[in-house]
C-alpha cells in the first residue's frame, strides 16, 4: 500500500509484476481472489495441509531435558489428531479494572488471554521535566541503574531470574515520566512480579554498577555528539525553551552526568520514585484477582517508608513574542535545518489534529516531500513530528539540506507549512494520513 504514495512506487510495483507474474495488474486480480475467500475454504485448506503427518517442529530451550522432546511431540500429535477445534467465541470489548492501593498506589488491570503473556508497567511522573541543568540526565542513569540489582538481589540475579522466564526486564526514562517494564510469560507473572516490586522498593545502587552506568551514558553522549542531526535538535530545544527543562537533552551533558553520585541518585529517587506515587498496569493473561492481592501486599507494605515530597514546578516559559533564531557552524557538508512552532500538551484536543498535520507534511507524498524534495531539490532527508509534553512541546520540521540551500530550505519549509494552514487539505490526504498513527497503535 505504502508504494502507491508515489509515481516512483507504482512504476516500481507494475514493473515488478510484469517481469515476475507476467501481469502489470497481478496485485489487483490476486487481491480480488483472496476477497471471494470464506471461511469454509480457509478450513479446508487447513485440514489439507496441517495435518499431524506434514508438521516439522523446533523447540529452542534454556535447558536440556532429556523429557522435553518425547513429551512435546506427544502433546502435539495429541492436539492435532483430536477432534476439529470448536468456532471461536465472538471477542467482547474489555474495559480496564483500576484499584487505589493501600498506601496510595494506582493499580490497572486490562485482561486479555488472547495471548499467553503479561506486560507490566509501573510509571511515575518524572523525566526531563524535574531535571535541572546540574542534575541533567539523572533520571535516564536512574532508569538505566532500575534493574541493575536490588539490596537483596545481584544484577546478574535479576536479570538472570526474568530470563528464566522467558522474560525481559528494563528502566525507561523520558521527558515526562520515568518507570519500569517487564515483559514475561503468563504463568511466571506472580514470581516475576516479585523481581518486579523489589527492583521498584529496594534499588541498591551498588557503587560499581552506578560507575558502570555513568561510563556508558558518558560513552553514549560522546557517539552523538558528532552526529548533526542531535546536534541541530539540541540547538533548537535549547533555542525554543528558555526556562523550562524540555530545554534540556534527556542524556544529559558530559559535565552534569559526571558529576552524579551515589547518594545523589538514591535521594531522588526516594523523593519522587516511592510506591505511593506509581502507577501500575498490567495486561494479557491475568490472574486478576491474584495479582490485585499480590501488588497490596508488595507495594502497600513499601508505602511506610515513603518520603514526603512536592514534586518540582518547572519554571513557566516566557511567551513566545517574535521568531527566534539561532545557528550553529560545523565542518560538515550536510546542513540541518530545524523550523518548529508553539505546540499543545498531551491532554488537548488539538495533539491528534496536530499528528495527522505532521503526516500530512512529511509522507512520502506529503506537502514537504513534493514541494522541498521533487519540487525543488532542496532536501535530501526530511521529517516532521508534533512533540506534545504535560507543559506545552513544539510542533518541528527538519530538513537535511546542502550548505548553501539552508536559507532557501527554511523559506520553503515555512511557505508550505503556512499553506496547510490557510489552504488546507483535501479530505482524501487528511484520510490517508491518519492511517499513520492508526497503523502504530494496531
Given at each position: 500500500?505504502?508504494q502507491q504514495e508515489?509515481?516512483?512506487?507504482?512504476?516500481?510495483?507494475?514493473?515488478?509484476?510484469?517481469?515476475?507474474?507476467?501481469?502489470?495488474?497481478?496485485?489487483?486480480r490476486?487481491?480480488?481472489?483472496?476477497?471471494?475467500?470464506?471461511?469454509?475454504?480457509v478450513m479446508?485448506?487447513?485440514?489439507?495441509?496441517?495435518?499431524?503427518?506434514?508438521?516439522?517442529l523446533?523447540?529452542?530451550?534454556?535447558?536440556a531435558?532429556p523429557?522435553l522432546?518425547p513429551?512435546?511431540?506427544?502433546?502435539v500429535?495429541?492436539?492435532l489428531?483430536?477432534?476439529p477445534?470448536a468456532?471461536?467465541?465472538?471477542?467482547?470489548?474489555v474495559?480496564?479494572?483500576?484499584?487505589?492501593l493501600?498506601?496510595?498506589?494506582?493499580?490497572v488491570?486490562?485482561?486479555?488471554?488472547?495471548?499467553?503473556i503479561?506486560?507490566?508497567?509501573?510509571?511515575?511522573?518524572g523525566g526531563l521535566?524535574y531535571?535541572?541543568?546540574?542534575?541533567?540526565?539523572i533520571?535516564?542513569?536512574l532508569?538505566?541503574?532500575a534493574?541493575?540489582?536490588?539490596?537483596?538481589?545481584?544484577a546478574?540475579?535479576v536479570?538472570?531470574?526474568?530470563?528464566?522466564?522467558?522474560g525481559?526486564i528494563?528502566?525507561?526514562?523520558?521527558?515526562?515520566s520515568?518507570?519500569l517494564?517487564l515483559?514475561?510469560?503468563a504463568?511466571?507473572?506472580?514470581?516475576?512480579?516479585?523481581?518486579?516490586a523489589?527492583?521498584?522498593?529496594s534499588?541498591?545502587?551498588?557503587?560499581?554498577e552506578?560507575?558502570?552506568?555513568r561510563?556508558?551514558?558518558?560513552?553514549?553522549?560522546?557517539?552523538l555528539?558528532d552526529?548533526?542531526?542531535t546536534?541541530?535538535?539540541?540547538?533548537?530545544a535549547?533555542?525554543?525553551?528558555?526556562r523550562?527543562?524540555?530545554?534540556?537533552?534527556?542524556?544529559?551533558?558530559?559535565?552534569s552526568?559526571?558529576s552524579?553520585r551515589?547518594?545523589?541518585?538514591?535521594?531522588?529517587?526516594?523523593?519522587y520514585?516511592?510506591?505511593?506515587?506509581?502507577v501500575f498496569?498490567?495486561?494479557?493473561?491475568?490472574?486478576?484477582?491474584?495479582?490485585?492481592?499480590?501488588?497490596?501486599?508488595l507495594?502497600?507494605?513499601?508505602?511506610?517508608r515513603?518520603?514526603?515530597?512536592?514534586?518540582?514546578?518547572?519554571a513557566?516559559?516566557?511567551?513566545?513574542?517574535?521568531?527566534?533564531?539561532?545557528?550553529?557552524?560545523?565542518?560538515?557538508?550536510?546542513a540541518?535545518?530545524?523550523v518548529?512552532y508553539p505546540g499543545t500538551?498531551?491532554?488537548?484536543?488539538?495533539?491528534?489534529?496536530?499528528e495527522?498535520?505532521a503526516?500530512?507534511?512529511?509522507?512520502?507524498?506529503?506537502?514537504l516531500?513534493l514541494?522541498?524534495?521533487?519540487?525543488?531539490g532542496?532536501a535530501?532527508?526530511?521529517?516532521?513530528?508534533?512533540?506534545?509534553?504535560?507543559?506545552?512541546g513544539?510542533?518541528?520540521?527538519?530538513?537535511a539540506?546542502?550548505?548553501d540551500?539552508?536559507?532557501?530550505?527554511?523559506?520553503a519549509?515555512?511557505r508550505?507549512?503556512?499553506r496547510c494552514?490557510?489552504i488546507?487539505s483535501p479530505?482524501t490526504?487528511?484520510?490517508?494520513c491518519?492511517a499513520?498513527?492508526?497503523?502504530?497503535?494496531?
Open positions: 500500500m505504502h508515489t509515481v516512483q512506487g507504482q512504476a516500481r510495483q507494475l514493473g515488478y509484476f510484469a517481469s515476475v507474474a507476467g501481469d502489470p495488474e497481478f496485485d489487483r490476486y487481491l480480488e481472489r483472496v476477497q471471494r475467500i470464506d471461511a469454509a475454504q479446508a485448506a487447513a485440514r489439507r495441509y496441517l495435518t499431524a503427518e506434514r508438521l516439522s523446533v523447540a529452542l530451550t534454556s535447558y531435558d523429557r522432546e513429551d512435546l511431540r506427544q502433546a500429535l495429541a492436539a489428531r483430536g477432534p477445534a468456532r471461536a467465541p465472538v471477542a467482547r470489548a474495559v480496564p479494572t483500576r484499584w487505589r493501600p498506601g496510595g498506589a494506582r493499580l488491570l486490562l485482561p486479555d488471554p488472547s495471548l499467553p503479561v506486560v507490566m508497567r509501573a510509571a511515575w511522573l521535566r531535571e535541572t541543568a546540574a542534575s541533567n540526565g533520571n535516564n542513569l532508569a538505566a541503574l534493574t541493575r540489582g536490588t539490596t537483596s538481589r545481584g546478574d540475579e536479570n538472570g531470574a526474568i530470563e528464566r522466564m522467558a525481559s528494563a528502566g525507561f526514562s523520558g521527558r515526562n520515568f518507570g517494564r515483559d514475561v510469560l504463568r511466571y507473572q506472580h514470581e516475576a512480579l516479585d523481581v518486579l523489589d527492583c521498584i522498593c534499588p541498591a545502587f551498588r557503587p560499581s552506578v560507575a558502570g552506568r561510563r556508558e551514558a558518558l560513552d553514549e553522549l560522546e557517539a555528539a552526529d548533526p542531526v546536534i541541530a535538535l539540541d540547538l533548537f535549547a533555542t525554543a525553551y528558555r523550562h527543562p524540555y530545554r534540556l537533552n534527556p542524556l544529559g551533558t558530559p559535565r552526568v559526571a552524579l551515589r547518594e545523589q541518585l538514591a535521594a531522588y529517587h526516594r523523593r520514585f516511592t510506591p505511593d506515587r506509581m498496569v498490567a495486561t494479557g493473561d491475568l490472574d486478576v484477582d491474584g495479582l490485585r492481592a499480590r501488588c497490596a501486599r507495594f502497600g507494605a513499601a508505602a511506610g515513603r518520603v514526603v515530597a512536592r514534586p518540582p514546578a518547572p513557566p516559559e516566557p511567551a513566545v513574542r517574535a521568531p527566534r533564531w539561532a545557528e550553529l557552524t560545523l565542518p560538515k557538508e550536510q540541518q535545518v530545524v518548529g500538551t498531551l491532554r488537548h484536543r488539538d495533539r491528534h489534529a496536530l495527522l498535520l503526516a500530512l507534511l512529511a509522507g512520502q507524498g506529503g506537502r516531500f514541494d522541498l524534495r521533487d519540487g525543488q532542496l535530501y532527508r526530511l521529517g516532521a513530528f508534533s512533540q506534545e509534553g504535560i507543559e506545552p513544539q510542533f518541528v520540521i527538519h530538513v539540506t546542502a550548505a540551500k539552508v536559507m532557501r530550505c527554511s523559506r519549509s515555512r508550505t507549512s503556512r494552514a490557510t488546507g479530505p490526504s487528511c484520510a490517508a491518519s499513520t498513527p492508526s497503523a502504530r497503535i494496531k
